[in-house]
């Protein structure tokens, strides 16, 4: 599938954010994740990188960016960000992982594939 589904309960998804075709906008650049709250409420998404590198997400709700954060230039730290609003139980997000060298434009290209575990949970 297209779109891995994320579960709520904090099981981790290893996603890759790939520059083999290109950077900024090309194939494989970001990996989507499909989140389907079980209640409504509010939701923890974390990306830890498994060995190193910047991580960046976007939460997007029918195609509107509801959360966008970019990890800090340390690069082996564990990306936190929490939605402001209650996401509504039963309704699709998806969730963009994504290498911020791989997107960004003027950042740290990644010299391969970099690789990152991700989960959510309700606050």
Do not use: M
């Not at 509010?42 to 960046?56: D, T």
């Not at 998806?94 to 003027?106: A, I, W, Y």
Request: positive net charge; proline residues 2%.
């Amino acid at each position: 599938p297209v779109y891995r589904l994320l579960d709520t309960l904090g099981n981790k998804q290893k996603v890759c954010s790939s520059n083999a075709y290109g950077t900024e906008n090309f194939l494989s650049n970001r990996r989507y994740l499909r989140f389907i709250p079980l209640r409504t409420g509010r939701y923890k998404f974390s990306v830890q990188p498994v060995s190193s590198g910047v991580a960046g997400l976007e939460l997007l709700d029918r195609g509107s960016t509801i959360l966008y954060v970019e990890g800090s230039t340390a690069g082996s730290a564990t990306l936190v960000a929490s939605s402001d609003n209650a996401l509504q139980s039963g309704r699709s997000y998806v969730l963009s992982v994504f290498h911020v060298g791989n997107v960004v434009k003027d950042s740290a290209v990644a010299a391969s594939d970099q690789c990152f575990q991700v989960w959510a949970q309700a606050l």
